[in-house]
């Protein structure tokens, strides 16, 4: 590690003014569970470290009538463990409990896990299934982005050198609608995703219909990946009628990986398939108000 300055705010406008200062030549530092190896491995340096850790006013889950707003330095053992977000933002609770181990999950945030801007970022492809906003600030003021936008490749986000991501905002899931995380690591902890999927379905009052689906992708493109064609094909279907094995179809077609130490691109996109349509099928089932433990991933390992 080269030597670097550290510097601890005591509030978020005090690490605004850090950030407007420093720009570029300082990194931020929240749970240190990717940056610490990142600056160990000499992958990147700096000569400023700006240490948000402290800041309390970004911790917090809160839910605002239909909406639920989550500080970026809350971490993954908080929200997999968070009551009031069980029923209504599954996914994300799902994908926050598979996450490393309970030292990962205690430590890292989902801050850290969203501008770390990895592919398989786990909780970047449920809040996309969530269809989450992000709120980002600097001295400047604040603006509000789709998780959709937010991501631009791998390690890459649409976060400018001043900002910093300070809140998540999505809508907590309404009795007709359902989601789901699923994904495959090489071992059942401690695993980055080989591959992983998230899905988001709202069915019609009398639950026989398919309204709008959400079907993301994980580890198998640059970003965290929404499958556009396979939601079109979800939507307006009969439930009864869905074959699901076209929606597994789809989503290894739409899926664009790549082979790496984890895992061949052609055992990825065989895989993903598989994940896609079990995650739509717990969704369905969820959105439903059938209960379906043991199919789904399932909010598992929380501290
Ligand atoms: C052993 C191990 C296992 C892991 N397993 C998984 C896994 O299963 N799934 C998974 O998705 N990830 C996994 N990770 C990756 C990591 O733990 C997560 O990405 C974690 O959420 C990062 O959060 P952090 O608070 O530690 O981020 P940090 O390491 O502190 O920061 C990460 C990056 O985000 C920036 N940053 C952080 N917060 C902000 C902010 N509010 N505004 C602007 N920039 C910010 C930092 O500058 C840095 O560039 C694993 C890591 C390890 C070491």
Redesign the pocket.
Known sequence: MNEFAVLRPSSLREALNMKAKYGKRA???????????QLKRKNISTSVLID?SRLDE?RFVKVDGHVIRIG??TS?SKICSDPSLMRKAEPLCEACA????PQ?RN???????L??A?P????ALALLALGAEFVIESTAGQRIIPAQEFFLGPGETA?REN????EIKFKALEPTEGGAFFKL?RRNA????IASAAAWVKLSADFRVVEEAKVCLGAVAPVPLRAVRTEEMLKGVKVDSLELRDIEKSATEESSPITDIRSSAQYRRMVVGVLARRAVESALRRAAGQIDAGVSGGVVGCD
């Open positions: 990194k931020v530092l929240a749970g240190g569970t990717d940056l610490v190896v948000i970004l970026t330095l993954h598979q996450i490393g181990s990962i430590r890292g945030t989902i801050g850290g896990n501008v770390n990895s398989a970022a786990d909780s976060l900002e910093l991501l300070t690591g401690l695993a980055i995703s």
